[in-house]
């Protein structure tokens, strides 16, 4: 099973200098097998000309414009949803390996390379599907692409007065929301931009989203959690007469003439987690529960 010949496609973080040796042990690693590797163009280009690395027999890729049996994000959660950006529809299972802290989604560190890829040679793994939130937009159009694995978030335009947000769910006209922001998060965001606005942790697989405000105006405003099923509508008032909509963290001005439609993608996203891993676990790491705060 070990000698099958399988492509991985690798996308990593370009500002992170001092983890390129964790890339030179994936890359050894993939060679040793006889991968097919290919690379995005920025990090190639991060790692040959910035970091001095031979990087041989490497295939560059640019955009979305790819296909694997594997992704591999070298990074934090950040990089990893760039990549889920650039998979898309193709279902192609991503691996995260984390170059900094402990996240959600990299949560395989550099320690655990060479056994995690021999995992994958012996589909020794496990598979998260994940829930994608896609955005419509009616009157100005989205230039970048509609869809994100965390979030999209609707915020007011730098130092501009608080918005308003008049939000329908399967339309029926739930509140109007004034703030300097609403986030629709999905549950692997949910411990992202969401949690630090007071909104509920959600475990992956729950078939929910959640609205939580950004600094609402009322203190009677409160998270909601809705079902994946539903369609959620905004119309967004601005003093500026416009506001930003930011995907994963991609933000675009938009006219506050412009409807948005908020729905369940028609495609999840494939997240690989090595055999035994315990979600509880990594949360409680990640958030620090149970560790003594005093002194």
Not at 105 to 117: G, P, Y
Not at 137 to 143: A, D, F, V
Not at 185 to 198: C, E, H, I
Request: glycine share 8%.
């Amino acid at each position: 099973m070990t000698s099958r010949k399988l492509r991985f496609a690798i996308f990593g973080n370009t500002y992170q200098p001092k983890k390129s040796v964790s890339v030179q042990k994936l890359l050894a690693c993939l060679s040793q097998r006889k991968a097919e590797v290919c690379m995005e163009r920025e990090f190639y280009i991060f790692l040959t000309t910035g970091q001095q690395l031979p990087v041989d027999g490497v295939e560059v890729i640019e955009g979305a414009d790819f296909d694997a049996d594997f992704v591999i994000s070298m990074g934090g959660d950040g990089t990893f949803l760039r990549a889920a950006s650039m998979v898309r529809e193709k279902q192609i299972p991503i691996l995260g390996i984390n170059t900094g802290r402990l996240g959600f989604l990299a949560d395989v560190n550099a320690q655990e390379i060479e056994r995690t890829i021999r995992a994958l040679y012996e589909g020794d793994y496990a598979v998260d599907t994940r829930a994608v939130i896609q955005l419509e937009t009616e009157g100005e159009s989205l230039q970048g692409y509609p869809c994100a694995l965390n979030d999209i978030a609707i915020l007011k335009r730098d130092n501009a007065s608080m918005i308003t947000i008049h939000t329908t769910i399967n339309g029926d006209y739930l509140t109007t929301y004034q703030a300097d922001g609403l986030i629709i998060s999905t549950p692997t965001g949910s411990t992202a931009y969401s949690l630090s606005n007071g909104g509920p942790i959600i475990v992956p697989g729950t078939s929910v989203f959640s609205l939580t405000a950004v600094a609402p105006h009322s203190l009677n405003v409160r998270p909601i959690v809705i079902s994946q099923d539903s369609e959620i509508k905004l119309t967004v008032e601005s003093r500026t007469h416009n506001f930003l909509v930011a995907l994963d963290g991609r933000s675009e001005k938009l006219s506050d003439a412009t409807r948005l439609t908020l729905r369940k993608a028609p495609y999840r996203v494939k997240v690989i987690k090595r055999a035994g891993t315990k979600y509880f676990h990594t949360l409680r790491e990640k958030m620090m529960w149970g560790a003594d705060q005093r002194g």
